[in-house]
């Protein structure tokens, strides 16, 4: 039973438009949500996260929206570029669980 | 200021040995989880450390066990190594005081099991 799901392996946009990731989680109980971001040969890294008392969270050019009524949270890059291309993992987890529960990632490919 | 460091970054090993997983966490933090990343996965967490106690663990057998030391490093150990352990294992980083969940990752150790 997967917890966090990210049901787009791959997502292509081009330099300059909008890059938007999806992310689905089942469990209630999740009240904070990040996204990282993997390159080749490196662990993943931090981006951008919201707690289930927002509904957004914005970072330059990173924006992170929460439906909780859904269960689903997405990532919006704009303008996307050539240097955001690597794989975006969604993550949940429960305040002081001491674990966050990982999406299998989506594969972002800016092209220039 | 050192971010979270691992050693070694690849590994084979023949099923059936053993092996140990070192890492270092960033400097300030104490709590030191461990994730198992299989090709085309997300990581799946292991277990998480802190004040030299496994305070959490996921679902993975007890061929998995951990230890954390007085520096807040810590090290994987895997018993009888299956093919299907062949993964990235990686180390994450936190403070434990942080109400919220950030954690800084490692590089990771690839192992491959044959």
């Known amino acids: 039973d997967q917890q966090v799901k990210q049901n787009s392996p791959s997502l292509s946009v081009q330099e300059g438009r909008i890059s938007i990731l999806n992310c689905d989680y089942t469990n209630s109980m999740f009240d904070y949500f990040l996204w990282y971001k993997k390159y080749p040969a490196e662990g993943p890294t931090f981006l951008i996260s919201?707690?289930?008392?927002?509904d957004k969270n914005e970072d330059g050019r990173f924006t992170v929206f929460l439906n909780k009524s859904a269960k689903h949270l997405s990532l919006h890059i704009v303008p996307s570029q050539p240097g955001d291309s690597a794989v975006y993992f969604c993550?949940?987890?429960?305040?002081?669980?001491?674990?966050?529960?990982f999406g299998d990632g989506t594969t972002l490919t800016v092209k220039p | 200021d050192a971010g979270v460091t691992q050693s070694p970054t690849h590994l084979i090993k023949t099923r059936g040995q053993q092996v140990t997983l070192r890492c270092s966490p960033k400097s300030g933090h104490d709590t030191v989880s461990w994730y198992q990343q299989a090709l085309g996965q997300g990581p799946q967490f292991i277990f998480q450390y802190y004040e030299e106690e496994e305070r959490q663990r996921g679902n993975f057998p007890d061929r998995f066990s951990g230890h954390q030391f007085p520096n807040y490093s810590s090290e994987l150990n895997v018993n009888a190594l299956l093919l299907g352990d062949s993964a990235l294992y990686l180390c994450?980083?936190?403070?434990?005081?942080?109400?919220?969940?950030?954690?800084?990752f490692g590089p990771g150790t690839r192992l491959l099991v044959l």
């Open positions: 994450a980083s936190s403070s434990d005081f942080g109400l919220t969940e950030t954690q800084y």
């Open positions: 993550a949940a987890s429960e305040t002081n669980a001491g674990k966050s529960t």
């Open positions: 919201i707690s289930s008392i927002k």
